[in-house]
């Protein structure tokens, strides 16, 4: 990929998808540009949380559990060359109600990909972890070694170490392109423009705004609050190593340890109403709220009345099944549409980068999981 072009590439969205391809690119020794409307990984991104899961259950899924599992060697690998830790081995129980299926699933898988497990019975639960009422948990899938991401400060370290690699950096919003011819150059709301042999629209929840027609209609942004509960005084009881990472399947609930002192952090996993990412509220309902006191309660009695002491508002970029977006533009075929996180991108942002480049380059077969062919306008969700 040489030419007259001032860039192999442009990467437009600075989202982990976006600037794991650009590092992957730049490490390639391509010319790479990253643009971003408002920055990298800013309040209003998917990628803009303080924390985000790494795990490797997948159920049946292998795909993801592979990809997760080569995400976190990179992610380590990250980690280790930047400055304090991006990942935390919180370790990730998965917790199962009366149906068994998904984690008898995964657990299957994580034993074919050699990733070590321990299948915790109710009161084994119950013994190790005593702060919890497992009340309605069956069995608990424990991946000791998985655990949590600093996710806005490691997309920031990805971004340095792209830029190290002599990737550049620029604030822009980039124009929907047009037409249905190979595209020259992107143009940017203020009228500069960027020329680059192919173009990577990594752009979250707004790959529904800038591709309206062929989108909007497949990417379902919607609105998730996250709520942060502080401790009693004194007590660990609900930070790392007491408690870990942790999801309860039949309640849709998710949660993690209290890490770098911000709280024991609490959301819902079912989707929201559906929302513009530009323009949708950052402050928490109080029926959210309520609804958080509640579970928190519930479920860890020690923390009732417990204050929050943090809240966030996020979109998921949901596609109709959960799978991801990565292919080329049906009409202009040197631009790429990549994303469709859905509530479960964030891990997996090194292998998402690693495919993408290799796709670049013509390097790897398509996978038709990602395809755009396979994304209906019905949302009906199987990838957890
Ligand atoms: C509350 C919440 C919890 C989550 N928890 C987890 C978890 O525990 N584990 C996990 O693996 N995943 C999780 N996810 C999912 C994960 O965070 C997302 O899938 C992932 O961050 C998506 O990244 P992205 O790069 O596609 O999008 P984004 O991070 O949204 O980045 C897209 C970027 O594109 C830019 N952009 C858009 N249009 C333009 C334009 N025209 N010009 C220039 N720039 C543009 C935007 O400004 C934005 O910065 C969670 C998501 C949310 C919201």
Redesign the pocket.
């Known amino acids: 990929m040489t030419g007259t072009k001032t860039y192999d590439v442009v990467v437009?969205?600075?989202?982990?998808?976006?600037?794991w391809t650009a590092w992957h690119l730049a490490n390639r020794k391509q010319r790479v540009l990253i643009?971003?409307?408002?920055?990298?990984?800013?309040s209003?991104?998917?990628?803009?949380?303080e924390?985000?899961?790494?795990?490797m259950s997948y159920g049946r899924d292998e795909i993801y559990t592979r990809w997760?599992q080569r995400s976190l060697v990179q992610w380590k690998e990250l980690s280790a060359a930047t400055g304090p830790p991006l990942f935390q081995p919180t370790g990730v129980l998965w917790l199962a109600g009366e149906d068994e299926t998904r984690l008898r699933e995964s657990a299957a898988t994580l034993k074919r990909c050699g990733i070590r497990h321990e299948v915790l019975e109710h009161t084994t639960l119950g013994a190790r972890y005593p702060q919890v009422n497992f009340a309605g948990v069956s069995r608990g899938l424990l991946e000791p070694e998985s655990g949590?991401?600093l996710?806005r400060r490691a997309?920031a370290s990805v971004v340095e170490e792209a830029t190290w690699r002599r990737a550049r950096f620029a604030i822009?919003?980039?124009?929907?392109p047009k037409g249905n011819k190979p595209l020259d150059y992107v143009e940017?709301?203020a009228g500069e423009r960027y020329s680059a042999g192919q173009f990577v629209?990594?752009?979250?929840?707004?790959?529904g705004?800038?591709f309206a027609d062929l989108l909007g209609p497949r990417i379902f942004p919607t609105r998730?609050?996250?709520f942060f509960f502080g401790s009693p005084p004194g007590d660990a009881r609900f930070a790392p190593p007491a408690l870990p990472t942790w999801l309860f399947q039949a309640d849709e609930v998710?949660g993690?340890p209290d890490i770098e002192a911000r709280g024991l952090k609490i959301?819902r996993d079912t989707h929201g109403e559906r929302v513009d990412?530009d323009t949708q509220s950052r402050l928490a309902t109080p029926a959210g709220a309520a609804w958080a006191g509640e579970y928190v309660a519930r479920r860890f009695p020690a923390l009732k009345d417990a204050p929050i002491v943090g809240t966030?508002?996020?979109?998921?970029?949901n596609t109709s099944n959960g799978d991801f977006l990565i292919d080329s533009h049906p009409d202009i075929p040197n631009v790429w549409l990549?994303?469709?996180?859905?509530?479960?991108?964030?891990?997996?942002?090194p292998a998402f980068g690693e495919y993408l480049a290799g796709r670049l380059c013509g390097e790897l077969p398509e996978e038709p999981r990602f395809s755009l062919a396979s994304k209906a306008t019905q949302q009906d969700r199987t990838v957890y």
């Open positions: 437009i969205g600075a989202g982990v998808f976006g600037v643009v971003d409307s408002y920055g990298a990984a800013h209003r991104a998917s990628s803009g949380g924390s985000r899961i790494i795990r997760a949590v991401l996710a997309v822009a919003q980039i124009l929907t940017t709301s629209f990594a752009c979250g929840a707004w790959l705004k800038v998730q609050e996250v998710y993690m959301a990412p966030r508002v996020c979109q998921y970029e990549a994303g469709g996180g859905s509530g479960h991108g964030f891990k997996h942002g």
